[in-house]
Nanobody
Framework: QVQLVESGGGLVQPGGSLRLSCAAS????????MGWYRQAPGKQRELVAQ???????IYGDSVQGRFTISRDNFKNAVYLQMNSLGPEDTGVYYC?????????WGQGTQVTVSS
């Protein structure tokens, strides 16, 4: 069983930045991919960013150029640096991994962008 623990959410003003962290309970080399999804109130969960085992990454259209996903192989962690945040980025952000073709999720961390 994979355990994922997110941290770093909070309240930030428009134009601000936040960095989310996700710590995994096992080596991230075990995962085909790691990523971040978000869910805004009344909307479906959507992909924000994903990084694959080989190191390639993809981003949702709405965050391209503003968000950066990265990982620390020694800390078994994945990060999401979020810049130029706007109210449309508000939501619960979930860490996700693909482990042996099964998806595992963290408990989520709230990000609120508001003045």
């Amino acid at each position: 069983q994979v355990q994922l623990v997110e941290s770093g959410g909070g309240l930030v003003q428009p134009g601000g930045s936040l960095r989310l962290s996700c710590a995994a309970s096992m080596s991230i080399f075990s995962f085909n991919a790691m990523g971040w999804y978000r869910q805004a109130p009344g909307k479906q969960r959507e992909l924000v960013a994903q990084i694959r085992r080989i190191g390639s990454s993809i981003y949702g259209d709405s965050v391209q150029g503003r968000f950066t996903i990265s990982r620390d192989n020694f800390k078994n962690a994945v990060y999401l640096q979020m810049n130029s945040l706007g109210p449309e980025d508000t939501g619960v952000y979930y860490c996700n991994v693909d482990y042996r073709s099964t998806a595992f999720w963290g408990q989520g961390t709230q990000v609120t962008v508001s003045s």
